[in-house]
């Protein structure tokens, strides 16, 4: 990738970095192979929307990586960084810090330099936080780069303002701005659903080889969904069942010194939401074993129920988990 033209003069585009701009193009990628595009396409894909991608950012403080005491750079008090790489690097120079309407002005003018876009022109955008920039301030300079950007006659498709490509906790943001033809706009629209990423719904994807669904089953108010399996798959399911029934013994043990524990800075309630959430769990993978679920659609029901029955943050992180 190589969005970033803070890294080098127009004319040698292959020599930037990639930065935020990443997010564009894995994204477009990842919605081309949804849609079943072959290999080649799927790459032709990304380098077009590398080709159409570009990006600015600032930084105020520089990050600190674990197990260490100082950050990788620092700035100047009232000074930002501009330039920032998202793997720690400082910026390429150091300006005074303007107010947030002048920094989007400063961001929205030097990328569209790289563009010759006309009035009506679509754009993916992308307000990135570096880590430790508040969603409040961000949204104050969202608000101006929007305007900015009408005021080119750009229509802006699908707007992303949040943290999406950070850098621990670095302090600062970025401008990514992806130039949208109807092939790129159809992907940067794409739902999507990953644990950091979540966009529209995906219950409608066409996937290019999906699994037959064989029946549905209901676990108390849940619902789960049981696909087709190799006769492996099934054995293995089995096999996790009973790894969960010991699991589930050795919890309902130990659930009173759980609570204790959790007692001493918490509510209390640690032990009985793990008993709680391994018992549902245990139901559902039962229900779904009985139903010739292989291990996949097993592990998936019995997390979906543990994270729904146990509560807290252990339910979730255990059910995800």
Same mark, same amino acid.
């Given at each position: 990738?190589?969005?970033?033209?803070?890294?080098?003069?127009?004319?040698?585009?292959?020599?930037?970095?990639?930065?935020?701009?990443? +997010? =564009? @193009?894995?994204?477009?990628? &990842?919605?081309?192979?949804?849609?079943?595009?072959?290999?080649?396409?799927?790459?032709? #894909? /990304?380098?077009?929307?590398?080709?159409?991608?570009?990006?600015?950012?600032?930084?105020?403080?520089?990050?600190?990586?674990?197990?260490?005491?100082?950050?990788?750079?620092?700035?100047?008090?009232?000074?930002?960084?501009?330039?920032?790489?998202?793997?720690?690097?400082?910026?390429?120079?150091?300006?005074?810090?303007?107010?947030?309407?002048?920094?989007?002005?400063?961001?929205?003018?030097?990328?569209?330099?790289?563009?010759?876009?006309?009035?009506?022109?679509?754009?993916?955008?992308?307000?990135?936080?570096?880590?430790?920039?508040?969603?409040?301030?961000? +949204? =104050? @300079?969202?608000?101006?780069? &929007?305007?900015?950007?009408?005021?080119?006659?750009?229509?802006?498709?699908?707007?992303? #303002? /949040?943290?999406?490509?950070?850098?621990?906790?670095?302090?600062?943001?970025?401008?990514?701005?992806?130039?949208?033809?109807?092939?790129?706009?159809?992907?940067?629209?794409?739902?999507?659903?990953?644990?950091?990423?979540?966009?529209?719904?995906?219950?409608?994807?066409?996937?290019?080889?999906?699994?037959?669904?064989?029946?549905?089953?209901?676990?108390?108010?849940?619902?789960?969904?049981?696909?087709?399996?190799?006769?492996?798959?099934?054995?293995?399911?089995?096999?996790?069942?009973?790894?969960?029934?010991?699991?589930?013994?050795?919890?309902?043990?130990?659930?009173?010194?759980?609570?204790?524990?959790?007692?001493?800075?918490?509510?209390?309630?640690?032990?009985?939401?793990?008993?709680?959430?391994?018992?549902?769990?245990?139901?559902?993978?039962?229900?779904?074993?009985?139903?010739?679920?292989?291990?996949?659609?097993?592990?998936?029901?019995?997390?979906?129920?543990?994270?729904?029955?146990?509560?807290?943050?252990?339910?979730?992180?255990?059910?995800?988990?």
């Amino acid at each position: 990738m190589t969005d970033d033209i803070a890294s080098a003069p127009r004319g040698e585009e292959s020599q930037r970095r990639g930065i935020a701009g990443d +997010f =564009v @193009v894995f994204k477009c990628m &990842s919605a081309a192979a949804e849609e079943g595009y072959a290999i080649d396409d799927v790459v032709r #894909v /990304g380098e077009k929307a590398n080709d159409k991608t570009r990006t600015l950012g600032v930084a105020f403080a520089g990050c600190t990586l674990p197990g260490e005491t100082q950050p990788l750079f620092t700035v100047p008090a009232g000074k930002m960084g501009l330039g920032l790489g998202i793997h720690g690097e400082p910026g390429v120079s150091e300006d005074a810090i303007p107010s947030a309407r002048a920094l989007a002005k400063q961001l929205v003018d030097s990328l569209l330099e790289e563009f010759s876009c006309a009035k009506g022109q679509k754009v993916g955008v992308i307000l990135n936080g570096l880590g430790a920039t508040k969603y409040e301030e961000l +949204f =104050v @300079v969202w608000r101006s780069v &929007s305007e900015f950007l009408d005021d080119h006659g750009l229509v802006v498709v699908g707007p992303e #303002v /949040g943290e999406l490509v950070t850098s621990l906790d670095m302090a600062g943001l970025s401008l990514t701005i992806v130039e949208l033809d109807e092939e790129l706009e159809r992907f940067w629209r794409a739902p999507a659903n990953t644990p950091a990423y979540k966009k529209g719904k995906t219950s409608n994807l066409v996937r290019h080889s999906e699994t037959r669904i064989l029946r549905q089953i209901h676990v108390g108010s849940d619902t789960g969904v049981i696909s087709e399996s190799s006769d492996r798959s099934k054995i293995y399911a089995e096999r996790v069942l009973e790894i969960m029934k010991s699991v589930g013994l050795k919890l309902e043990e130990v659930e009173l010194e759980l609570g204790r524990i959790d007692a001493v800075a918490g509510d209390g309630d640690h032990g009985r939401g793990m008993v709680k959430g391994v018992q549902a769990a245990i139901e559902a993978a039962s229900e779904a074993v009985r139903n010739g679920a292989g291990v996949q659609d097993t592990l998936t029901v019995a997390g979906e129920a543990w994270s729904s029955k146990a509560g807290g943050t252990s339910g979730a992180l255990w059910g995800r988990g």
